[in-house]
């Protein structure tokens, strides 16, 4: 066996496994960082305060209250119970509209990543596949659609059609999928060389059955994990889209519109556009640094790292 | 282990390098293992020492050791490594630096991965220079390294100065990294595993190269190889590292001739053998022809960087014809890039060639399509070589087992599973595995349930291509003897693709020799080993490492350069500028290899009695009849 | 020399294909998204016999393939068209109501438009390189040279980090911090170089996590490759082996993050930062635009716009494939 000399130092267990070994493995490595753990509690704390948050708080103090308007958070004179952090220019209170903001950009941003990976990895890996003309047909068409900035492209559709989340995710997964594309495209290529493949087309297995039952399982893990940092870029389009007046619209409460609304009281009031934009921070954070790590687990693992 | 160490004659007693009780160990979450234990070594000066290790024996920790090359996760724990009256391993980064490229050189196992593959060879080469010997002026270093190139006999060095990493093979890569070790004038030369990735053509090339530079040099050579035909060939003595401990430490001929230690004795019958066989050799079948190729070609084409929208035709496969009749073991061997691996996909209907026939049981398998295609992959199975990519991961041995049943869509769930637990003790797998995924499977465990997954169809024909060559010989020998036992009870066909002469000898009726895209000689085992007709078949068996005795002299076979590129096929006999016995005709005249039904042929314009005698084999060996 | 010249025919051949098909989707998307610009450009109050000739006069209600084909004419013979909107001087943006009918010699012409926004936003995109270059580049490098310890972590926080800040958010709070609150620098709108500054540093937070990432893994990624341990013990410095080999490899997968990734979120940056910075370059005429539905400035806009991710992605390209010789293209 024509074992590389980096190898060759180190111990039999890192021979080259695939499937969901390496799912396993990525995983465990992941756990291992103090930042992962830190990351997945701060994500599951605000999960469970979105979900527990109307049970705390007085559900009334989503509606209008125009005596209470303006209140500052707690920690500043003039707060007062039960919000937390204070209301906007309608007395409506922050923290709870920004929990349903969060939940619903959330919900928008983990759709649409799955749209797009569905998406996108279907026609990746068979454009890498089928190789040939097929693949010429798609990538271009890639490039074309990559070629569009995703802002353009959402503005002219949005901005001009009644905004819905149903027409936010078309948009994101419109405009996302071509990655996707790329990436699986990329890995099958390489992956369609392989002997497994090799064997099954041997043993008789068909196209289709080669590219679901072989391909899929062995690429798409390594990028679901890279997925997750999508999902809070999605959520950020989402807050931009909001932001533009492009978005879902008022009076559901989403990042974007928030603190768009926000900017108008700046200099007296400026906890309405702040403290939302903190919670979010926090929340993709929490995401990101998650999506950073897998990624770097994953980057380990599959470099033959020990 | 003694320190005492017999010095051959004629060196100096004021040793090189020497190591004193070195021990490595890797450290890891489960704790320190111990890699290499209490190593004592001596290398003088002019001398070559060979150290022979098995895979994880540690030789090339102990390589990596000798120019403090000692990275995470591994650790030295105690010894010294001795040199000019300083200890490297304590040597602070700075000075050892200042030794590394001037007076210790170290080459590895992997010449393609060894240089920055963006910036052309010579370049890097020149670059190395410059750093170690400042005081040479642009020009003189340049100079100095085209003519150390032109030294290892890389053709027109000045062009291949400015050519990147990817644009050299293996053997011309290696010679290159042989260079950039000796342009400096070292006087330690350590090389790891040098031939392992190289054709053995080659690898006979690069050994006899460095033996020659070696004694030009002046230099002392450590050379590691987990081969003891090789080491056998250049070293004056020999340590053989067994589990990170040296064994023994004889010179070469008493190591080969009187070995001490058990170890050293298993590793000597380990060694592949070719005339000193014993048993009886394969006899071809008089059956009736299940394969028949006839005359198949195959091109690829590629882009030309140097034209504008040009491409250059890769003749992979040029006019392949041979037989194989039924409960028959055939063989096609060749080197890397002689088409076998083509062939393979060709044969295995994966592709389909250019030109040509391949005719199974008297129809072409290359106009089959859909439900006919399906129905002959039934009877016609190939097995790979690489056990680990061949079966995934994520899905349990049984599962595997029974995917071709599924695709075929032979039998119900319950036919099916006592179909695959019946295949799987016959092939030796325990039926316990059925419900296991193969995480923790050896690799000859791997091989099997690739063995059984193919089984399950009963096909009639199996081609393996290199299938064996990922398994240890003791694994590998297991193998041929269930190959066998399903031969004489199922009466399949075997095709062999494989570069492993020995096994090829051991099982093989017939055998053809590829080179460049052609079978340039087709004859039965006996008389390809005995009395072979073709100069390539030759040079072949000439290089192969063994420590026998050859009917073949390597002195007399011994290749120059390499393969044509199969973009560029010289006219006449595509062997003539490496054969050494080429004459004018050949460059005019492309030999043809006649009909090979049942008849041995080769082509070759000289006549098998004008090429030099084979040497008698020593009454010993015994030549079988 | 010759590979070079077929890669420039190749991909330029592509490349016109590409902003073609741009245009077509673009101009497509624009007539069958509900919203109709005569009713914009000429008031709510026009009785529907003028609307509907004037959009015949457009030629807004031929087939699109013929509109299509007339608008590829014309941009073919250097002609942009001229906005639906916006008058001859410019500046106004509401949009003249002119209920006797429409014009086309009254509206300014759209390259003109274009002319005038484009130094604002290249500008501001120079400079927001630069911020990232400054930020990125030495955090990048000490996290990949120093893979696994602090540097490493460090540059794993920020990026996280910042990738995670919405730039409306940033911009905002931008706004309120050095403008506002502060005075030290000015936001809204231009009147001088001063006001490039904050769009800028938003651009900056948006672009360098991504490329932090990319440098230190490419540089973590070619530290880890045989060649640059045989190298040191071929007998080059480690200062020599990054300097020469490491930071050229590694070049590779940066230059293509910066033609696939970074150019996109560039020009995505921009129209979103110009937008709050009310900043007049090319973003903010084409969000004007889409809220008009103003065509022709939103066509002209998007095939510049791919015009110049499909050159710059083929020059960026060119450098892959002339560093690293073994990549096609």
Redesign the interface.
């Known amino acids: 066996m024509n074992s590389s000399t980096a190898q060759a130092t180190l111990p039999k267990s890192s021979q080259p496994t695939r499937g969901r070994g390496v799912t396993a493995r990525i995983l465990r490595r992941a756990w291992s960082y103090t930042e992962m753990r830190v990351a997945a509690s701060v994500f599951l704390a605000l999960a469970l305060l979105t979900m527990l948050g109307p049970f705390i708080i007085d559900a009334s103090a989503t509606k209008m209250n125009v005596t209470d308007k303006f209140l500052p958070p707690l920690f500043m004179e003039g707060g007062k119970l039960p919000h937390f952090l204070g209301t906007d220019q309608l007395g409506r209170d922050l923290l709870l509209r920004s929990l349903i903001g969060l939940r619903n950009a959330f919900a928008i941003g983990v759709v649409s990543v799955i749209g797009m990976f569905v998406i996108g990895c279907a026609i990746g890996i068979y454009a890498g596949y089928r190789g040939g003309w097929v693949d010429v047909i798609l990538m271009r068409l890639t490039d074309v659609q990559m070629s569009i900035p995703v802002v353009i492209l959402a503005i002219t559709i949005l901005g001009m059609s009644r905004p819905s989340p149903a027409s936010v995710i078309a948009v994101l997964i419109l405009a996302s999928w071509p990655v996707y594309a790329r990436v699986s495209r990329g890995v099958t290529l390489s992956e369609r060389q392989k002997e497994y493949v090799r064997a099954a087309k041997i043993l008789g297995a068909s196209d289709l059955r080669i590219m679901v039952r072989h391909i899929a399982p062995n690429i798409l893990p390594p990028i679901a994990f890279v997925a997750v940092l999508d999902i809070a870029r999605m959520m950020i389009f989402e807050a931009i889209f909001g932001f533009i007046g492009i978005g879902i619209q008022p009076p559901t409460p989403t990042f974007g519109t928030i603190i768009s609304s926000g900017t108008q009281y700046l200099l007296n009031a400026w906890w309405i556009t702040i403290v939302p934009g903190v919670l979010l921070a926090l929340a993709l954070s929490s995401l990101n640094l998650m999506g950073g790590v897998l990624e770097r687990a994953r980057n380990q693992i599959l470099q033959g790292g020990a | 282990m003694s320190n005492i160490i017999t010095l051959p004659a004629g060196t100096s007693a004021e040793p090189l390098m020497a190591v004193r009780g070195l021990s490595v160990a890797i450290t890891g979450t489960t704790g320190e293992r111990q890699l290499l234990s209490d190593i004592d070594l001596t290398v003088n000066a002019r001398s070559v020492l060979g150290i022979i290790g098995e895979s994880g024996s540690g030789k090339t920790i102990l390589s990596r050791a000798l120019v403090n090359w000692v990275r995470q996760p591994l650790k030295v724990t105690s010894g010294t490594v001795r040199y000019g009256g300083l200890d490297l391993l304590t040597l602070p980064e700075a000075e050892m630096a200042r030794l590394r490229g001037r007076e210790i050189a170290y080459i590895g196992a992997n010449p393609t991965s060894a240089l920055d593959p963006t910036v052309p060879v010579g370049h890097q080469i020149l670059e190395k220079l410059r750093t170690v010997s400042p005081q040479l002026s642009r020009e003189a270093a340049h100079k100095r390294v085209i003519d150390t190139l032109d030294a290892v006999r890389i053709p027109s060095p000045a062009q291949r100065f400015d050519e990147y990493p990817f644009q050299f093979s293996g053997g011309m890569m290696q010679r290159a990294l042989i260079v950039d070790a000796l342009v400096s004038n070292p006087k330690l030369l350590i090389a790891d595993n040098i031939t392992q990735p190289l054709d053995v053509t080659v690898a006979a090339q690069i050994l006899r190269l460095l033996r020659d530079l070696q004694k030009d040099f002046d230099t002392a050579v450590v050379f590691i190889s987990s081969s003891l035909g090789i080491v056998s060939e250049i070293a004056d003595d020999l340590i053989v590292l067994d589990r990170g401990r040296i064994v023994e430490h004889s010179p070469v001929s008493d190591l080969l001739h009187k070995p001490q230690h058990a170890y050293s004795r298993e590793l000597i019958a380990k060694v592949p053998k070719l005339w000193s066989l014993g048993g009886t050799i394969p006899q071809p079948s008089s059956g009736e022809v299940v394969l028949d190729v006839r005359d198949v070609e195959k091109t690829y084409e590629v882009r030309d960087r140097k034209a504008i929208f040009a491409h250059r035709k890769v003749k992979a496969v040029r006019g392949v014809s041979f037989t194989v009749r039924r409960g028959e073991n055939f063989g096609i061997i060749g080197e890397s890039g002689c088409g076998k691996s083509t062939l393979s996909r060709l044969l295995s209907c994966l592709e389909a060639p250019n030109s040509g026939q391949i005719l199974f049981e008297g129809q072409d398998i290359a106009s089959l399509r859909g439900a006919d295609l399906l129905a002959l992959r039934r009877r016609f199975q190939l097995l790979l070589q690489d056990p680990y990519n061949a079966i995934a991961a994520h899905c349990s041995i049984g599962r595997t087992i029974a995917e071709p049943l599924l695709i075929h869509g032979l039998g119900n769930r319950n036919e099916i599973e006592t179909k695959v637990k019946a295949v799987m003790t016959e092939v030796g797998l325990p039926e316990t595995l059925y419900d296991q995924l193969p995480v923790g499977l050896s690799a000859g465990q791997r091989q099997r349930v690739n063995i059984a997954r193919a089984l399950v169809l009963e096909p009639e024909l199996l081609i393996l291509d290199e299938t064996l060559s990922a398994l240890d010989q003791v694994e590998q020998a297991k193998l041929l003897d269930l190959f066998e036992t399903l031969q004489a009870r199922r009466g399949i066909t075997y095709v062999y693709i494989s570069h492993d002469l020995a096994m090829v000898r051991r099982v093989c009726a017939r055998i053809a020799v590829m080179y460049l895209g052609r079978i340039v000689e087709l004859a039965d085992n006996e008389t390809m080993f005995e009395r072979s007709a073709h100069p390539y078949t030759r040079a072949l068996l000439s290089a192969v490492p063994t420590v026998e005795h050859k009917p073949y002299r390597m002195e007399t076979y011994l290749l120059e350069g390499e393969p044509p590129d199969p973009i560029d096929i010289p006219p006449g006999c595509s062997f003539r500028t490496r054969c050494p016995f080429a004459f004018d005709r050949c460059a005019i005249d492309d030999p043809v290899r006649g009909a090979d039904i049942g008849v041995n042929t080769s082509a070759c314009h000289l006549r098998a009695d004008s090429l030099p005698p084979a040497d008698a084999a020593s009454p010993s060996n015994g030549a079988p009849a | 020399m ?2 070079a ?2 890669f420039f ?1 190749r991909r330029i051949g ?1 490349g016109l ?3 073609l ?2 245009a077509f ?2 101009f497509t ?2 007539r069958i ?3 109709d610009p005569i009713r914009i450009i000429l008031g709510p109050m026009t009785p529907a016999s003028v609307l509907e000739e004037t959009a015949r006069n457009l030629g807004l209600r031929d087939p699109i393939l013929v509109q299509f084909g007339r608008f590829v004419t014309q941009v073919a013979s250097g002609d942009l068209g001229r906005s639906f909107i916006r008058g001859v001087q410019g500046g106004s943006t509401g949009g003249s109501q002119d209920s006797a009918g429409f014009d086309p010699e009254s509206r300014a012409s759209v390259a003109e438009l274009i002319g005038t926004a484009l130094p604002y936003s290249l500008q501001l995109a120079a400079l927001g390189i630069v911020f990232t270059l400054l930020v990125s580049v030495p955090l990048g490098l000490a996290a990949g040279l120093r893979s696994g310890r602090w540097p490493d ?1 460090l540059g ?2 920020v ?3 910042l ?7 940033v911009g ?2 931008l ?2 911090l050095l403008s ?1 609150k502060t005075g030290l620098l000015p936001a809204i709108g231009y009147k001088g170089f001063a006001y490039t500054i904050i769009p800028a540093m938003v651009l900056a937070i948006e672009l360098s996590p991504v490329l932090i ?1 990319a440098i230190s ?1 490419s540089v973590a ?1 070619n530290l ?4 640059f ?9 480690r200062r ?1 082996m990054i300097a ?2 490491v930071l ?2 590694a070049a ?1 997968p940066l230059f293509n993050l910066f033609g ?1 990734q970074m150019i ?1 979120m560039l ?2 940056g921009l ?2 930062v110009e ?2 910075f009310s900043y007049p370059g090319l973003g903010m005429l ?2 004007n635009a ?2 008009q ?1 103003d065509f022709p400035i ?1 066509q002209a ?2 095939i510049l ?2 015009g110049v ?2 050159a710059i ?1 083929m020059l960026v390209d060119f450098a892959s494939t002339t ?4 990549l ?1 293209f």
Do not use: C, M
Not at chain 3, 229 to 237: H, Q
Not at chain 3, 323 to 326: L, Q, S, T, V, Y
């Open positions: 010759a590979f010249i077929e025919l592509q294909v590409i902003v098909l741009v989707v673009i998307l624009l998204v509900p919203g972590r794993l926080y990026s996280s980090f990738v995670s800040l919405p730039n409306i958010w905002v709070v706004i309120f506002a990432r893994v990624a880890g490759e045989t060649y341990d045989v190298g040191l013990v071929r007998g080059l410095s020599a020469r080999h050229r490899n590779v696939a996109g020009l995505g129209f979103v937008y709050i084409t969000i889409v809220f539905r939103i806009v998007a716009a791919s991710l499909v992605n560093i690293d010789r073994r096609k």
